[in-house]
């Protein structure tokens, strides 16, 4: 079955704008995480998502924002970009909670 | 606050020489522990799971094992295309639920 599809994969934006990323978990999955990837942090936690609710959250500003739609598919909102949101930004599904995560490709985000 | 520690940074071995990666952590109450690999660029593919201490699991030349503080992943007759970062990650159901990962290791296999 097809996998996690994550769009746009790459994306370069300047300071002050915001920005949306999109996934579409794996058919069947109703929990989609999302998370920032960096080469001084590694994986963090954004939030989690199930049948359209914000499950559990990160400990990220607020400007970091999301929301799923009712075919589990899932966009994550960065508002007023920092150069530090330059990331590998992921999101992963799954079936439920402690049930293994399925990663999409990432969506490079370069701030400028 | 759950922690996960992971060891080596960093690896190097030789085609064929075998050797175990280490994932330490403190949490409360753990429901689950994953292995992912990662090749640069990409996103974490998924390994194993385990839920319990002493259970094992294998795939190919890889496998995974669970104790109540830490877990392996042993690395048998490795090649050159098992390189990639390792990462381990625990699911815990203290406070708010979700999967925090270790930082973890390069692992490179020269011919």
């Known amino acids: 079955k097809a996998g996690v599809t994550q769009t746009p994969r790459y994306l370069i934006k300047t300071r002050g704008q915001q920005v949306t990323l999109s996934c579409s978990p794996i058919?069947?999955?109703?929990?989609v995480s999302w998370y920032q990837q960096t080469p001084g942090q590694g994986l963090q936690f954004l939030f989690e998502?199930?049948?359209?609710?914000?499950?559990n959250k990160g400990n990220f500003p607020g400007r970091f924002s999301g929301r799923q739609f009712s075919n589990s598919r899932s966009e994550m909102n960065v508002s007023t970009l920092e150069l530090g949101d330059s990331a590998l930004y992921l999101c992963a599904s799954s079936f439920d909670r402690a049930y293994e995560q399925y990663f999409g490709p990432g969506t490079r985000l370069t701030v400028t | 606050e759950d922690q996960v520690t992971q060891s080596p940074e960093a690896l190097r071995l030789q085609e064929g020489e075998s050797s175990s990666l280490n994932c330490s952590y403190t949490v409360s109450g753990l429901r689950g522990l994953f292995w992912y690999r990662q090749d640069p660029g990409k996103g974490p593919e998924f390994l194993f799971t385990?839920?319990?201490a002493g259970e094992e699991k294998e795939k190919e030349r890889l496998k995974a094992t669970l104790t109540k503080k830490e877990s392996f992943l042993h690395i048998t007759a490795p090649k050159p295309e098992d390189s990639a970062t390792y990462l381990c990650a625990v699911w815990t159901n203290f406070g708010n639920e979700k999967l925090t990962f270790g930082t973890g290791t390069r692992l490179t296999i020269i011919p």
């Open positions: 385990l839920y319990s």
């Open positions: 058919s069947g999955h109703r929990s």
């Open positions: 998502y199930f049948s359209e609710t914000q499950r």
